[in-house]
């Protein structure tokens, strides 16, 4: 499903990534872990194609990202849903209007969208939140929105980029169940994550990275020096 191959990416300052090999399956749920500036947005964000490699082949969903024209890359994204830390709704559109333009801009149809953005509403246990807008939402609601809006058009890989960093250890259990049944569902997740609690109970594949280097792939717990996770 995602194959890094000796993939190195460089800035101006610091290394991203530094021949970085790695093999994700289909269906897998993997916990990116590591210290801040380690490499894991650089890897997120060349999944993404936000971002080029220097050296190397990334092969998503039988896609060599590494080869594709500009012009192709948005296509190539409709595959790929993404969630983040801090929401990204848009504020002046109602719950069934953020996920409902998720979308509109693939150019689904009025009625494909009466369809669908109702089943992910109730996928996601928000049906009765689909008239209000984000501001009369609780934070954990917030990113139940999110999670919709990235999955309503049936991706391959969900990126969550610290889904659970501004909620309650509560809700973020909330989420973190949630997420687990989307992936029973079949969809690939990679989530980055500082939470070293939710990484140690959910005994997912861990994949570790320190200075651009993976020091650690295998299932199990956080696993960094001291057990902190270093934001």
Known sequence: MIRFENVTKTYKSNVGLDNVS????????????GPSGAGKSTFINLILKDI??????????????????????????????????????????????????AMEVIHKTPRQIRKQVPQILSLVGISDKAHKYPDELSAGEQQRVAIARAIVNNPTVLIADEPTGNLDPDTAWEIMDLLEQINLRGTTIVMVTHAKDIVDQMKKRVIAIESGHIVRDESGSYGFRGGEADA
Not at 22 to 33: A, C, E, T, Y
């Open 22 to 33: 790695v093999h994700i399956k289909k269906g897998d749920f993997v916990f990116l872990v």
């Open 52 to 101: 080029d490699a220097d050296v190397g082949s990334i092969m998503v969903a039988g896609q060599v990202v590494t080869e594709l024209s500009n012009r192709k890359i948005p296509q190539y994204r409709r595959r790929l849903g993404t969630v983040f830390q801090d929401f990204r709704l848009l504020p002046k559109k109602t719950v069934f209007e953020n996920v409902a333009f």
